[in-house]
């Protein structure tokens, strides 16, 4: 039981470049999310996806965006990397839309040099 | 939008001792309160919940309490052990979950 799987782990990107976080959920739900975490500012939330189809822009969607594949994959993509872009990312899927248990994956820690 | 503030932002206490961690909300709206375990490396897990209807709930050594009117709750661990050490999570949610920044909670063996 897999649960939310995140691929890579670690990253390193020069700016400007471009790269696909990916994330896959075995637990049927409809609703998934990335978030970054960053020191002293905890979860923020960059885009979620209520349902498959939809897409909308979380507290801090600027430089990012995302694909909702189907039900169980939620990619995101960065455009062209900045610095500012350096934390460790984190997506997360629940059965309906933040009134019940999100799960989470192991994270992604990106570094942009 | 909704606004969590976490305190303290970071906690040492002894093994065996409590360990109380609060939050504040600001939006009257929110209806689902979860607290979450960060381990080290790891993604956060759910340890505890509370909804709006209910003002205390308890589980094992852990306790959340809601006071909605004062828009506040708190994360109660009694007879802390070290496995117990990690960051610490609340959030309030209605429909989307906004995050506090965390406590990073120490236990001394």
């Known amino acids: 039981n897999a649960g939310v799987t995140q691929t890579p782990k670690f990253q390193v990107l020069k700016t400007g470049q471009s790269m696909t976080l990916q994330c896959a959920q075995d637990m049927n739900h409809n609703s998934m999310y990335w978030y970054r975490q960053d020191p002293g500012m905890g979860l923020r939330l960059i885009y979620y996806?209520?349902?498959?189809?939809?897409?909308d822009k979380g507290e801090v969607p600027n430089g990012y965006n995302v694909s909702r594949l189907n039900k169980r994959e939620f990619s995101l993509r960065l455009e062209s990397a900045a610095p500012s872009q350096t934390s460790v990312y984190f997506c997360a899927s629940d059965s309906t839309q933040g009134n019940t248990e999100a799960f989470f994956g192991q994270g992604t820690r990106l570094t942009v040099v | 939008g909704e606004n969590v503030e976490q305190h303290p932002s970071t906690l040492s206490v002894q093994e065996g001792d409590s360990a109380v961690i609060k939050c504040t909300y600001s939006?009257?709206?929110?209806?689902?309160f979860p607290w979450y375990k960060q381990e080290l490396g790891k993604g956060p897990q759910l340890i505890i919940d509370i909804r709006s209807n209910v003002g205390e709930k308890k589980d094992q050594r852990i306790a959340v309490t809601l006071n909605k009117t004062a828009k506040h709750f708190s994360l109660h661990i009694t007879e802390t052990q070290p496995e117990d050490s990690a960051v610490y999570f609340c959030?309030?949610?209605?429909?989307?979950?906004?995050f506090g920044t965390g406590t990073s909670l120490t236990v001394i063996p």
């Open positions: 959030a309030a949610s209605m429909g989307q979950f906004y």
């Open positions: 939006d009257s709206a929110s209806n689902y």
């Open positions: 996806s209520a349902s498959e189809g939809t897409t």
